[in-house]
């Protein structure tokens, strides 16, 4: 069923179009999901949140936006505030992970390399624990962006409608994460001496 059918059949209220809608959309949603909150049963029931929403609001969706955004942005909001009503985790201040500058515009501290062999060392399974983990330690405004940037891989024009911020507010956000993100990795990428 294609997307103009689907929201037709939405806004009739027919469980069909429902039904056709998570069956399109559910796994992809549910993934952006766990991905923000780190847990299947808050995943889950932040889809069940995000879907009563869309089944409450399907009367304001515009037919000329894309269905598949306007369904993340509602995700991304229902998994945000079930993660404001947790805060499970202590997030770090980014600033203390940018890199500082000199007066000429040289890193006060350059970025050390990091090199095939410390890579080696971890376990596939561990370095992805570890990037989770520091990733779940990014402020929520800093690491959503990422998620959807760089794990959902969309657009940043797509990430600014989601959130509703600045496509320039997502290319900053993005940036300071991955720097903090970096950061965070560096002991764990640093060659053994």
């Known amino acids: 069923m294609n997307d103009t059918t689907l929201v037709a059949g939405l806004r009739a209220g027919d469980t069909a179009a429902f039904e ?13 999901a766990r991905r923000i909150l780190m847990s299947d049963e808050d995943a889950n029931d932040a ?11 399907v009367g304001k969706f515009e037919s000329n936006s894309s269905l598949l955004t306007w369904l993340h ?29 000199q007066e000429d515009g040289h890193q006060v501290e ?6 095939e062999s410390a890579e080696s060392m971890l376990e596939r399974d561990e370095l992805r624990a570890q990037v989770r ?22 657009s940043t024009e797509e990430t600014a409608d989601i ?8 290319k900053i956000r ?19 001496t």
Do not use: C
């Open 20 to 32: 056709d809608l998570l069956r399109q959309y559910g796994a992809r949603l549910l993934r952006l």
């Open 47 to 57: 889809l069940q949140d995000a879907m009563v929403a869309v089944f409450k609001s």
């Open 73 to 101: 942005r509602i995700v991304v909001n229902a998994s945000l505030m079930k993660l404001r009503s947790k805060k499970r985790h202590e997030e770090i201040d980014i600033e203390d992970y940018l890199p500082r500058f």
């Open 110 to 115: 350059p970025s050390r390399p990091w090199t």
């Open 133 to 154: 983990a520091a990733i779940d330690r990014l402020p929520e405004t800093h690491r959503v962006v990422l998620q959807l940037r760089d794990i959902e891989e969309m």
């Open 163 to 170: 959130l509703g911020i600045s496509a320039n507010a997502v």
């Open 174 to 192: 993005l940036h300071r994460a991955r720097q903090a993100l970096r950061a965070l990795l560096d002991e764990h990428m640093r060659p053994a």
